[in-house]
C-alpha cells in the first residue's frame, strides 16, 4: 500500500499484514508518540482529542469514523447490519479515506471522510448510523480490519514515520486492543444524562429532528453493546487514567491530557 502523508486508508490491504506483537515497535528505546482516549459516546473524547493533538502537533486520528463509514456503507447498500458474513466482506473491501479538511469544507468538519471516494462526513453522522453503527462494530471481522489498519497508523506515526509528530487516537478499545503499547491512556467518561444533553445540542444545532429522550435511549442502548460485546468491548485499561469530564470544562481536561503527556515524554522530552 501507498504512503499518503495525511491520509489513511483502510480496505483490501493484503492478508498478510499482521498484527505487530513487538512489545516497542519504534527503533530504539524512543517514547511511542502516542495518546490513546477512549470511553464512551459523547463523554468527549473527539473535542478533547482534538485540542490535544492541536497542541502537540499530532495526528487526530477518530476511529470511530470508521466504524461509521462501514456502516454507512452497510446501510447504503441494503445489506442486513447483522449479516455477519456480509458486513465483515464489506468492511474488508470497502475504501474509506480519511483526511484533513481542506479549505473548501471549513464546515466544522475535524475531518473529511469519504467511501469509495464519496464525501459522507455529514452521512456518518445521522442517528440513523447511530443506531446501527453499535451492531456493526461488534461483529469480529469489521474490528480485525479496522483495528489492522488503525495499529499500522497508531504505530507508525508514533514512531515518528509519519508527516505529524505523534498521534492522539480516540475510540473505544484503543489503550485496551489496537495500541495498548501507548505510554498515555486516558479514559474519559461522564453522566449519561451529560453526555445524551450534549449529544442532543449536537444533532439539533446540526437541524435533525430529534428528542432529547430518543437520544438518551439511543446511548444508552449503544453503551450497554459496546460494553458488553465479546470483541474489544468499551472498558478502561487497568492503566488508563480515568477521567470524568461532568464537572470540567474542556480546556481544563485538555490541559489535564497535555501535562500528563509531557511528564511521560509525549510532545517533548520528559524532564531528567
Ligand atoms: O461520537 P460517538 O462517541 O457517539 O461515537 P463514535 O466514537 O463515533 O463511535 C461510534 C461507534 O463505533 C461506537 O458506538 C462503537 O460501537 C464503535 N466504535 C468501536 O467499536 N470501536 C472504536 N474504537 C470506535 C468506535
Redesign the pocket.
Known sequence: MEDHPGEHFSGPSGPQVRARQEAHPCPGDRVLQVIAIDGP??SG??TVGYAVAQRLGFLYF????M??AVTWAVLDRGVDPRDEAAVGRLAETVRIEIQAPDALHADGRQATVRVEGQDVTWAIRTPEVDKH??LV?AHPRVRMAMTRRQREIGHRYGCGQGDKAGVVMV????GTVVLPDAPLKIYLDAPVEERARR?YLELVGRGKEVSYEQVLADMRR?DT??SHREVAPLRAAPDAVVVDTGGLTPEEVVARVVALAHERGIGREAPA
Open positions: 459516546a459523547a473524547k473527539s477518530d476511529t470511530g469514523v466504524y461509521r453503527v453499535s462494530a475510540g473505544r478499545d484503543i449529544r449503544r453493546l459496546d
